[in-house]
Structures are given as C-alpha cells and as structure tokens.
C-alpha cells in the first residue's frame, strides 16, 4: 500500500523551496552554505530542471526553514504532497 501523502516530487519541492526561501528573505547561495552545502547546491537545484537533492539534504532544509520561519513568525505554506495514482508514485 503507499502513502500518498509522504513526499513532494522534485518540482513540487523546487516550488516549494524558491517560495520558502523568498518568504524568508533568504538567497539559495548565502543560505546553503548555513546548512553546510554549498554556495550552489540550492541555486542548481533551483534553476537546473533534472537536478535533484538527497533527501537528507532536502529534510535538513524542510526542517530549518520551517524553524525560522515559526522563530521569525513568517507564514510558509505547507509542504506540497504527493498525488495518489500519479504514474510513478504507486
């Protein structure tokens, strides 16, 4: 049985993510490297189609901007989910 409701693929989390980040005044190359990314590991996986992130990576990310974000008492909106019957998400 799946679970619809887990993950975003990587273009509903590429929306969610430049959304994020312009709520919260922040720029992929200055905000990477807080996490311990790169200067470019965001702005590429923000502007190059294909281009994916581990997905401990993109937990770490999920999980800090949603602290700042409740810390700075900005409104993110919620982490898109996955739609049943999608081909290639049974």
Known sequence: MTNPDTL???EAFRSWLQHALTALSL???GYG???GLGKNTLGHFLSVPG???T???AS???????SRAERDGVD???LPRLQAGVAGNE
């Open 8 to 10: 975003p693929d990587p």
């Open 27 to 29: 720029s992929p190359a």
């Open 33 to 35: 490297p807080s996490l």
């Open 51 to 53: 281009r994916d992130l």
């Open 55 to 57: 997905l401990g990576t």
């Open 60 to 66: 770490k990310v999920v999980a800090d901007l949603r």
């Open 76 to 78: 993110i909106r919620p």
